[in-house]
């Protein structure tokens, strides 16, 4: 892996390849992917890659929008959430989107990932756990890439729910190259990125120690497959 890549997301695009054309990931992880959707295929499914690299830049506009209210926060039933307090609305924004510089998708080593057969029959997906659960539209796939996932060297680093994350059955990481960078992803270091991108009301409630937790839920090494 190209040790020049960033572990905050900081223009990294540039170091990657185009997989499925319009999603960038390291090169790698391109190949480990393209032999994880042959299998797919082989065994009737479509998979395909919905979201791959996303820089700092991006992932900060979410959140931001997110933080002042431009765009719907939203809770586990997916019900629009109302700010209590700082804190409070700062959580519940984490549940599904992470912090700018600390989420897994500056990478290139994770990505999201479907059955695109659903759409082609016409069905919308959201992207919430019920659809990957046993009885869900995608619940035939979800069986399968859990199974699979682990034979090209990908693990489910938000399989279960630690409170911080809402798990997320279709998130995949290329196990070997994202422990590389969860090794190089430094707290201080993220800290200091955030204090030039991020307005104050934000970073002082980014600094609360109650948020360390979500850190420590998102940037973290994968065990069990290499
Ligand atoms: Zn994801």
């Avoid at 700082?86 to 924004?93: E, G, S, V």
């Avoid at 759409?119 to 399968?144: K, N, R």
């Avoid at 934000?202 to 290499?226: P, T």
Wanted: with cysteine.
């Amino acid at each position: 892996m190209n040790n020049l890549i960033c572990p905050y997301g900081r223009d990294n695009a540039r170091l990657m390849v185009a997989f499925e054309s319009n999603q960038w990931v390291c090169s790698e992880t391109a190949e480990r992917l393209a032999a994880l959707v042959e299998a797919g295929e082989a065994n009737g499914f479509k998979p395909r890659v919905v979201s791959a690299y996303r820089s700092l830049e991006t992932q900060s506009a979410i959140v931001q929008a997110k933080w002042y209210g431009r765009r719907a926060v939203i809770d586990d039933y997916d019900q629009p959430v109302m700010r209590k307090n700082d804190l409070q609305w700062l959580k519940a924004i984490l549940r599904f989107s992470a912090l700018p510089g600390a989420s897994r998708h500056h990478w290139g080593t994770d990505v999201d990932i479907i059955d695109q057969r659903a759409l082609d029959q016409g069905h919308q997906l959201q992207l919430v756990p019920s659809e990957y659960a046993q009885s869900g539209i995608m619940g035939e796939f979800a069986c399968w890439l859990t199974n699979a996932a682990g034979d090209y060297d990908f693990g489910f680093p938000y399989a279960e729910d630690a409170g911080w994350v809402s798990p997320e059955p279709w998130h995949i990481s290329d196990v070997y190259n994202a422990n590389k960078m969860a090794a190089k992803w430094c707290h201080d270091e993220w800290s200091q990125i955030l204090v030039d991108l991020l307005p104050t009301d934000l970073l002082n409630q980014i600094s609360n120690e109650q948020i360390k937790g979500f850190v420590e839920a998102s940037m973290y090494k994968l065990e069990g497959v290499l």
